[in-house]
């Protein structure tokens, strides 16, 4: 496939950043729901996005390179929601203990 046809594939919503926040548990043992969402963007990653649009404006990075790296990032940040979701109940579930 060429470039042009891969850009064809790329929907909108693809090439959008979410920019809510994950909950995090108001108890410990809370087990972590289903959908829990992305963490807020942090300046690194928010670097890292303003550096793949320029990058594509500039005409190095096709469509569809870009989604795949939008994509990335959205499951990076919603691996890290999960992780906090999980420390945090940890912490709370040890502090509850004390």
Same mark, same amino acid.
């Given at each position: 496939?060429?470039? #042009?046809?891969?850009?064809?594939?790329?929907?909108?919503?693809?090439?959008?950043?979410?920019? %809510?926040? $994950?909950?995090?548990?108001?108890?410990?043992?809370?087990?972590?729901?289903?959908? !829990?969402?992305?963490?807020?963007? #942090?300046?690194?990653? %928010? #670097? =890292?996005?303003? =550096? !793949?649009? %320029?990058?594509?404006?500039?005409?190095?990075?096709?469509?569809?390179?870009?989604?795949?790296? !939008?994509? #990335?990032?959205?499951?990076?940040?919603?691996?890290?929601?999960? %992780?906090?979701?999980?420390?945090?109940?940890? =912490?709370?579930?040890?502090? $509850?203990?004390?």
């Amino acid at each position: 496939m060429s470039g #042009s046809e891969d850009d064809d594939a790329v929907s909108r919503d693809d090439l959008r950043i979410p920019l %809510a926040d $994950a909950p995090v548990p108001a108890r410990g043992g809370q087990p972590c729901p289903l959908g !829990l969402g992305l963490i807020k963007l #942090s300046v690194a990653e %928010a #670097s =890292r996005l303003a =550096r !793949l649009a %320029a990058a594509h404006d500039a005409g190095q990075l096709t469509q569809a390179r870009l989604a795949f790296h !939008l994509r #990335s990032s959205a499951r990076r940040r919603r691996h890290q929601a999960t %992780a906090r979701w999980c420390h945090y109940s940890t =912490r709370l579930t040890a502090h $509850a203990a004390t």
